[in-house]
């Protein structure tokens, strides 16, 4: 697993020729995994998502992950944060990590969000956290 501060120079991607003969780079298929946790009293919690490539790279995957609020708030329910992460030549999986933050308010169950983009910052997968109040909100 990687993340933060990372070297990303040195990626690559598969690119193809469009009706016109411009070539443009092949998205890459991708696919994460929405979680639910249960927020706990103190402290942080350090939630894992499965970042899954449809297919392994020959060459190594440089990729984005940015995390942040779709109903929580950040700095309060969870660390907003924004890092790199590189998968290896034919790695297709790697855990992401999201930081809740617990406390002991009453509050409705509350979302945050998981974009993670190539290096041409076209999102390519997207997933949700779901943050399920354990203090009866």
């Not at 690119?15 to 942080?44: H, R």
């Not at 969870?78 to 590189?86: G, I, P, S």
Request: hydrophobic share 35%; charged share 20%.
């Amino acid at each position: 697993t990687s993340q933060g501060g990372e070297d990303t120079s040195g990626s690559t991607s598969t690119v193809v020729a469009d009706a016109s003969g411009t070539q443009e780079p092949q998205v890459l298929a991708a696919s994460l995994t929405d979680v639910t946790v249960l927020e706990g009293d103190s402290g942080s919690t350090t939630v894992p998502v499965t970042l899954t490539l449809a297919e392994p790279s020959t060459d190594p995957v440089t990729l984005t992950v940015t995390i942040w609020s779709a109903s929580a708030t950040a700095g309060e329910d969870f660390v907003a944060e924004t890092y790199t992460v590189t998968l290896d030549p034919g790695q297709t999986e790697v855990d992401l990590f999201v930081t809740v933050l617990n406390d002991k308010r009453k509050e409705s169950d509350e979302t945050i969000v998981v974009d993670v983009s190539d290096e041409y910052g076209r999102v390519v997968a997207t997933s949700l956290v779901t943050i399920k109040d354990d203090a009866g909100g």
